[in-house]
């Protein structure tokens, strides 16, 4: 009993409290119109209303700006319409670009046969894909017939071309590679005996400005097979330096040795180079020398896969073409 009237007195005092608040403070429980922006007590500048903005209290928790401000999204829109970017042409799609085409290539009996047979080489391709596809896509007689005489007047283009060159190289025959370079058997084997020539000359003109070393493990085949053809470089004059991985260990980790046999070249200077790893001819040795030694002397790059008969000739990327050298086209030529 007790509790219920302590219950009902709590809830008398509460309403009387509310009621006494509500007299004491008129306060208008309408929504601010739009455009009415809240702001904190004692920061309210005066400024006289519009016909759009009405006060609708007179507390200073609400004031009519005259202008609507994040609430209301105005400064979020302005900001992203200032973000659209401009009009930009709309790209053309596939079946726009397909009716370009189209009208790009005319019927094949517009053009002459003169005209395509000097026509660009672009021009001409898109006219032959053209009536590929034509003739892919529909095979009849008519779209046949029509590849047919593009690609009859595609092959003449190409022997037209081989034959004029041909023509051109033999006026001017001492200007192509075959000159340095034949590719007839009796010129091949000459060749390669002047290669050879010319590698051995080098290699043991210089073998007191370098020295070999092989390194290999015990109990290698191939490593004893390697050594026995080095032998002979040996006798012919090659110092040679035979390392085992038993022995020196220390050494093969110092010169990066991971293969077993192999070999490399050390210059006079201290520099060295890896040459060959595995089994290797002594003709191999030796080219890859007489390479090695090409790098030590500083040769040029350029020349770098000629040898010394072949400077100046035309497969030497530092001698000019004929027409850098003024040699001009010789009377009855290609106008």
């Given at each position: 009993?007790?509790k219920?009237?302590?219950?009902?007195?709590i809830v008398?005092?509460?309403?009387?409290?509310?009621?006494?608040?509500?007299?004491?403070?008129?306060?208008s429980y309408?929504l601010p119109p739009?455009?009415?922006?809240?702001?904190?007590?004692?920061?309210?500048?005066?400024?006289?209303?519009?016909?759009?903005?009405?006060?609708?209290?007179s507390l200073?928790?609400?004031?009519?700006?005259?202008?609507?401000?994040?609430?209301?999204?105005r400064?979020e829109?302005?900001?992203?319409?200032?973000?659209l970017?401009k009009?930009?042409?709309?790209?053309?799609s596939?079946?726009?670009?397909?009716?370009k085409?189209?009208?790009?290539?005319?019927?094949?009996?517009k053009?002459?046969?003169e005209?395509?047979?000097?026509?660009e080489?672009?021009k001409?391709?898109?006219?032959?894909?053209?009536y590929?596809?034509q003739?892919?896509?529909e095979?009849?007689?008519k779209?046949?017939?029509?590849?047919f005489?593009?690609?009859?007047?595609?092959?003449k283009?190409?022997?037209?071309?081989?034959?004029?060159?041909a023509?051109?190289?033999?006026?001017?025959?001492?200007y192509?590679p075959t000159?340095?370079?034949?590719?007839?058997?009796?010129?091949?084997?000459?060749?390669?005996?002047?290669?050879?020539e010319?590698?051995e000359n080098?290699?043991?003109?210089?073998?007191?400005m370098?020295g070999?070393i092989l390194?290999m493990?015990?109990e290698?085949?191939?490593?004893?097979?390697?050594l026995?053809?080095?032998?002979?470089?040996e006798?012919?004059?090659?110092?040679i330096?035979?390392?085992y991985?038993?022995?020196?260990?220390?050494?093969?980790?110092?010169?990066?040795?991971?293969?077993?046999?192999?070999?490399?070249?050390?210059?006079?200077?201290?520099?060295y180079?890896?040459?060959?790893?595995?089994?290797?001819?002594l003709?191999?040795?030796?080219?890859?020398?007489?390479?090695a030694?090409?790098?030590?002397?500083?040769?040029?790059?350029?020349?770098?896969?000629?040898y010394?008969?072949?400077k100046?000739?035309p497969i030497?990327?530092?001698?000019?073409?004929?027409?850098?050298?003024?040699?001009?086209v010789?009377?009855?030529?290609?106008?």
């Amino acid at each position: 009993m007790m509790k219920v009237v302590k219950r009902e007195l709590i809830v008398s005092v509460v309403v009387f409290l509310l009621s006494w608040v509500v007299s004491a403070y008129s306060i208008s429980y309408s929504l601010p119109p739009l455009g009415t922006v809240i702001v904190r007590p004692g920061k309210v500048e005066k400024r006289e209303a519009n016909d759009e903005d009405t006060i609708k209290t007179s507390l200073p928790y609400n004031e009519t700006s005259g202008e609507y401000g994040w609430w209301w999204y105005r400064e979020e829109r302005e900001r992203k319409l200032k973000k659209l970017p401009k009009e930009v042409s709309r790209p053309s799609s596939p079946h726009e670009k397909k009716e370009k085409t189209k009208q790009e290539v005319l019927p094949l009996e517009k053009y002459t046969y003169e005209e395509l047979l000097y026509m660009e080489p672009e021009k001409f391709r898109k006219i032959f894909n053209y009536y590929l596809n034509q003739a892919l896509k529909e095979p009849n007689e008519k779209n046949m017939y029509y590849f047919f005489n593009i690609l009859d007047v595609a092959r003449k283009k190409a022997a037209l071309f081989s034959y004029v060159y041909a023509y051109t190289a033999r006026k001017y025959a001492q200007y192509l590679p075959t000159v340095a370079y034949p590719v007839a058997y009796p010129g091949i084997m000459q060749r390669i005996m002047m290669t050879k020539e010319e590698i051995e000359n080098y290699v043991f003109g210089k073998k007191d400005m370098y020295g070999l070393i092989l390194f290999m493990k015990e109990e290698c085949p191939y490593c004893d097979l390697q050594l026995k053809i080095l032998e002979k470089a040996e006798l012919s004059g090659l110092r040679i330096k035979r390392v085992y991985y038993e022995d020196y260990p220390e050494i093969v980790t110092r010169f990066g040795i991971e293969t077993f046999p192999s070999l490399i070249i050390v210059y006079r200077d201290g520099r060295y180079m890896p040459i060959g790893s595995g089994v290797m001819s002594l003709s191999e040795i030796y080219r890859a020398i007489s390479k090695a030694l090409r790098i030590f002397e500083g040769e040029k790059p350029g020349r770098f896969g000629i040898y010394e008969f072949q400077k100046g000739t035309p497969i030497d990327p530092y001698e000019p073409s004929p027409l850098w050298r003024g040699i001009k086209v010789k009377e009855g030529g290609m106008k």
